[in-house]
């Protein structure tokens, strides 16, 4: 594998290749990250991975400085993987000069849940990507991958992309778990045991919530929210949302829309722990 460090040494790995397949991260990687590079394979004529914790997605009281940085365990992880290259830019490669320049979204999709209570997120993960796909696939176009449990993240990047008519397939990750059900994410280390136990209770809340939704009469839909979240709460969470939406654009379902075009999102603190997750139904 292949380790890049500026734009210069990627670019010249990169210029035999036409057809890149591409896996963005911030490192600390696991199993979920792992299983997007396996499905990145086979879609382009190299296999690229990047690594970089992106300072313009944090909030200044959020975990930037300790954020989990896992240098070796995770580059063996990628050369087991067949990742052929991996970009991993400090922080003076990829932005040598104050980024003044910004990828605002369509606040519409950005500034509701996670961007509600993470305000300018979406900015920082909309600026970061649109330069990484301009250092990675900026050339030729490609493929990137990128995983369902960050289903607005997801939802953000395929609208920009297809409003920027950027010549990039944007290809989904099926959410990775486990065996007890919870989705695989960098921040489960910040759990205790007895939270990590805990834990799972997010993606059961979800589960309820959308069995519910699914079976109730319209009329009753509105009341299931707030009882899955005070029902959270009475567990020890502090719950910033559970929530049914449509999948096509995240906004409140009508009486119209049924299971099979929704997704039910939540997010919630364990301890100091804060956890997403999403379930389609």
Known sequence: MLIAHTIAELRQALAPHRHPAFV???????????????????LGDVTVASIFVNRLQFLPHEDFDSYPRTWDADCAQLRAAGCDVLFAPREKDLYPQPQTFKVHPDPALADILEGHYRP?????????????????????GGTA??????????????????????????????????????????????????????????????????????????????????????????????????????????????????????VVLGAARLGTTRLIDNLEF
């Open 24 to 42: 963005p991260t911030m490192g600390n990687l696991h199993a979920g990250h792992i299983a997007l590079v396996h499905q990145a394979k086979p």
């Open 120 to 140: 300018g997120f979406f900015v920082g993960v909309s600026t970061v990507v649109m330069k990484l796909f301009a250092c990675v696939l900026g050339t030729t």
């Open 145 to 262: 991958v990128f995983g369902k449990k960050d289903y607005q993240q997801l939802m953000v990047i395929r609208q920009m992309v297809q409003q920027f008519a950027l010549p990039i397939d944007i290809v989904a990750g099926e959410t990775r778990r486990a065996v007890d059900g919870l989705a695989l994410s960098s921040r489960n280390g910040y759990l205790s045991s007895q939270e990590r136990q805990e834990a799972v209770a997010l993606p059961q809340a979800l589960q309820q919530l959308a069995g519910r939704w699914a079976t109730s009469a319209p009329h009753e839909r509105d009341a299931l929210e707030a009882l899955a979240m005070e029902a959270l709460r009475a567990r020890g969470w502090q719950p910033d949302y559970l929530t049914v939406r449509r999948r096509s654009d995240l906004q409140p379902p009508t009486a119209q829309d049924q299971p099979g075009a929704l």
